[in-house]
């Protein structure tokens, strides 16, 4: 029998003995929230709610015997249900201090780069300036309420002088608005968000990811600590790594265009 096939029949037992782990009929109920993020989590056609990140909690949660409810937050609402113990667990969270105060975080299920979007013409100053910089030469920026970035962009919103410099609204597809009628000049969105949505706009034409990424911060899933215990968080990254060596994540990341070490397949040459 070859390596891989060792691998992956080593795997598909840690599965069921994940799968084990919580008794038959134990009540495991665990609610996520989500809001339209495309094609994070995001409302099928037919009125179901799907997504990469969707899918990968659904098995994962399967896998250790949990059933997987879903809430439909926006993302500062979803902080603050997650605080009060209302919601268990909200994907794809950066690691704040001041949320270590009431989550868990468990490993990211992706790894994905905050980038900084900007109308094609104006990508010339983003290769060697930094958010601060094109701030103080008189940019405008974007973002979603609640939404930290990294700790680039949380300095600057701490920053008096460029308050009035960044604009921060609760659903991303009026920043693009903004940001194609010139009232904006940057907005920051994860690489894949980013991509899929002004694909679906019809404006991946005009504005493009620039070279500006911010740096990758610790964070994935934030599980509430009203309602999960490190053990559990502990399980859950065991399913992740279990689902990888199977070969089960690599299938289901594909279709989103996401290679086998859940990142954005990119063009050779490409420097994004």
Not at 126 to 151: E, F, I, K, M, N
Request: with cysteine; net charge positive; glycine share 10%.
């Amino acid at each position: 029998m070859s390596r891989r096939a060792l691998a992956q029949a080593f795997a598909s037992l840690l599965l069921g003995l994940l799968g084990m782990a919580v008794p038959a009929g134990a009540a495991c109920v665990k609610t996520l929230a989500w809001s339209e993020d495309p094609p994070h989590t995001m409302r099928l056609p037919d009125g179901s709610v799907g997504g990469i990140e969707i899918e990968l909690h659904r098995e994962l949660l399967a896998l250790l015997g949990c059933e997987l409810r879903l809430q439909e937050l926006p993302f500062a609402r979803a902080l603050a249900a997650l605080r009060a113990g209302e919601v268990d667990v909200i994907p794809a969270t950066l690691a704040r201090p001041e949320r270590e105060a009431y989550a868990r975080f468990s490993r990211p299920l992706l790894q994905l780069r905050n980038v900084l979007f900007v109308r094609r013409p104006d990508t010339g100053p983003t290769q060697h300036l930094r958010l601060a910089g094109l701030v103080a030469a008189g940019w405008r920026l974007g973002g979603q309420t609640g939404v930290a970035y990294g700790s680039e962009f949380v300095a600057l919103l701490e920053d008096r002088r460029y308050r009035g410099q960044i604009v921060q609204v609760p659903y991303r597809q009026s920043l693009w608005q903004m940001l194609a009628r010139h009232r904006l000049d940057g907005v920051l969105a994860n690489e894949l968000t980013g991509v899929h949505e002004l694909r679906a706009l019809g404006l991946q034409d005009l504005i493009v990811p620039s070279e500006l990424a911010l740096a990758v911060e610790r964070g994935g899933s934030a599980w509430s600590r009203h309602s999960t215990e490190a053990e559990f968080v502990e399980r859950f990254n065991g399913a992740l790594q279990t689902l990888k060596t199977s070969g089960r994540y690599a299938t289901l990341l594909a279709p989103y265009g996401l290679d086998a070490r859940g990142a954005l397949q990119r063009p050779v040459g490409s420097a994004h």
